[in-house]
């Protein structure tokens, strides 16, 4: 299980919507812009208040956020950014921005590496020469950095705090969790024990370390333990699951995304897969290849567990909602 660990206690990343406590749903432009980080792919739209009242808009409702991104009735994506259109402030190189977050499911979490990755592509777009974008997301506040771009492909990093570990850090009963310290164990789906080391970067991760030499990503296997460990009724609002292994000095791992299923790559389950192999023992800290089904995700994971994300975005579309999608979206009561 790999040498003892101490979590220093500041260990805290803010839980300001915890009991699902979010703002009414925001009305939203049109108009989006779509990109992908390792296939990981999300539709960034503008929203709020300052949205001119004669232009075709809509409310980001749980129905409408999960027609938008049905891939046959909708345009299709992993996840929705809303971005304030009222917050954008910029200055020498800077910009200052909120935004909110919305699974295809319909639901609003916390944070998306690869989403808030998007958005700064998205952002860089339309503002040209930027380099550092400061997003406050959910009560938390994240720091992005452009380290360059080509023929539409992003290079973009995302400082996503110090990562908090055990029951806390997932909502987690207490008494779900076997043992003194990471790696804890718990009862799989036909009850065998799992070694898992839960995680959050600011959204909550239970990564199940696997053996190097057993570890599939089979949908035999993959899909009842993330159906299962994702909605478990003792993790009060859900989990994000990743099958993770150590292998030559970089990590391996298949994910299953609460409220989405699989996906090809995830930004927040690439940090809590290096935290994971980290404080189990298996990797030291540092710089650390993550590899998924999608690619590759290069994360850094300090001697105090700050974490930054760095990979690529690539943009895919820009476009407007037609009339006849939006003619199928609830309207506001």
Not at 59 to 71: H, I, K, L, S
Not at 134 to 146: E, F, L, P, Y
Not at 267 to 280: M, Y
Not at 293 to 320: F, K
């Amino acid at each position: 299980m790999g040498p003892a660990v101490t979590v220093p206690a500041r260990c805290r990343v803010p839980r300001s919507f915890e009991g699902g406590r979010w703002p009414p749903r925001p009305r939203v432009s049109s108009g989006f812009y779509k990109a992908h980080g390792l296939g990981n792919d999300y539709l960034v739209f503008e929203g709020g208040d300052d949205l001119a009242r004669d232009a075709p808009s809509w409310t980001a409702t749980p129905e409408n956020v999960e027609r938008v991104c049905d891939p046959h009735r909708g345009v299709g994506a992993d996840g929705v950014v809303v971005l304030d259109s009222g917050s954008p402030r910029v200055h020498a190189g800077r910009i200052s921005v909120s935004l909110r977050m919305f699974n295809p499911d319909g639901g609003e979490f916390e944070r998306s590496g690869n989403g808030l990755r998007v958005l700064a592509s998205y952002l860089l777009k339309r503002h040209p020469g930027i380099e550092i974008i400061d997003a406050v997301i959910a009560g938390s506040r994240v720091r992005m950095r452009v380290h360059g771009s080509r023929a539409g492909t992003f290079d973009i990093s995302v400082d996503m705090g110090t990562a908090l570990t055990g029951a806390a850090a997932i909502d987690a009963a207490p008494e779900l969790l076997a043992g003194a310290q990471p790696p804890f164990v718990m009862a799989g789906p036909q009850g065998e024990p799992l070694h898992v080391v839960p995680v959050s970067v600011g959204n909550p991760h239970l990564v199940v370390l696997a053996e190097p030499s057993a570890m599939t990503c089979s949908e035999a296997v993959l899909r009842p333990l993330g159906t299962f460990l994702s909605s478990h009724p003792s993790i009060r609002h859900g989990t994000n699951v990743q099958l993770a292994r150590a292998v030559d000095g970089r990590a391996e791992a298949c994910i299953w995304e609460r409220g989405v299923g699989r996906t090809s790559a995830s930004g927040t389950s690439s940090c809590a897969v290096a935290v994971a192999l980290v404080l189990a023992g298996h990797l030291a800290p540092g710089t650390i290849l993550v590899e998924m089904p999608g690619g590759r995700m290069q994360v850094t994971v300090d001697e105090s567990y700050g974490v930054q994300l760095r990979g690529p975005v690539v943009s895919v579309l820009s476009g407007t909602l037609e009339p006849g999608l939006l003619a199928t979206f609830v309207h506001d009561s």
